[in-house]
């Protein structure tokens, strides 16, 4: 990680919105990391990552109906889908996340407004504790 | 792999601090912290113009800045990265 740091000229980063000058920017090697993140108290163990799971909504809005960028709307809204009849676990989020694969049981349409609606948990809703841990780097 | 499209989210889900040539995230959505080191804080900032693949962010970043090697391997790998880390994800 070094490496790539040292060439880089501009104290603050560089700014895409007011350059200054053309600081020089290396990219670095592909085996280069760029990218330390600090894990935080939760979600210790990667066993607890995968077994979480996440109701899809949250049991404050059971019942509503999820939109395909992930809102939440009133069920029978046009172009939304029903909930899911179980929670989404945390190994199912991590791959629909990823790479966009389907839990079983599930449509691709409704599996992409679910992970749409996953993103966009916030801390103190429902999953969001098996949300934030699934980011962590394994 | 260059034709991958990567969306960020939006700027103010992110709280960014300055390290002296290093940058410190913090991702509102996920709660998790991340020091970035260069080119990473500026793929993010390239990211912010709108969702692209490798090839439109290096040169969204050429534009910018004087690449000392500009491939788009080299970007990629970095958006492999800050994939894993929750901080882009595919289109």
Redesign the interface.
Same mark, same amino acid.
Request: a neutral charge; charged letters at 20%.
């Given at each position: 990680?070094g490496e790539?740091?040292s060439?880089?000229s501009s104290?603050? #980063?560089?700014?895409? @919105?007011n350059?200054t000058r053309? +600081?020089?920017? @290396?990219? #670095?090697? @592909? @085996?280069?990391? +760029?990218?330390? +993140?600090?894990r935080?108290a939760l979600a210790q163990t990667a066993g607890s990552v995968m077994n979480c799971e996440i109701p899809v909504p949250g049991p404050q809005h059971s019942g509503q109906y999820i939109a395909a960028d992930g809102s939440l709307v009133a069920p029978g809204t046009p172009g939304s889908f029903a909930p899911p009849s179980r929670p989404i676990t945390g190994e199912e989020a991590k791959t629909l996340?990823?790479g #966009?694969f389907t839990p079983n049981g599930m449509d691709s349409q409704s599996a992409q407004a679910y992970a749409n609606y996953i &993103? &966009?948990?916030?801390?103190g809703m429902s999953g969001?504790t098996c949300?934030?841990s699934?980011?962590?780097? &394994? | 792999m260059a034709g991958a499209i990567y969306i960020a989210d939006d700027a103010d889900a992110v709280r960014s601090v /300055?390290l002296?040539?290093?940058?410190a995230l913090f991702?509102?959505?996920?709660?998790?912290?991340?020091?970035? /080191?260069? *080119?990473? *804080?500026?793929i993010l900032?390239?990211l912010q113009q709108g969702p692209a693949d490798a090839r439109t962010l290096l040169a969204?970043?050429a534009a910018?800045?004087?690449?000392?090697?500009?491939?788009a391997?080299?970007?990629a /790998?970095?958006l492999d990265?800050?994939?894993?880390?929750?901080?882009v994800?595919?289109a």
């Open positions: 990680m790539t740091m060439e880089q104290k603050d #980063g560089g700014s895409l @919105a350059p053309r +600081t020089v920017l @290396a990219l #670095g090697a @592909a @085996a280069a990391s +760029t990218v330390v +993140t600090i935080p996340l990823r #966009g &993103r &966009r948990l916030q801390s969001f949300y934030a699934l980011q962590l780097p &394994r | /300055a002296d040539g290093l940058v991702h509102l959505p996920s709660g998790m912290t991340h020091i970035v /080191a260069p *080119p990473a *804080p500026q900032e390239a969204r970043i910018i800045y004087e690449l000392e090697e500009g491939s391997e080299a970007i /790998a970095r990265e800050l994939e894993t880390a929750g901080l994800r595919r």
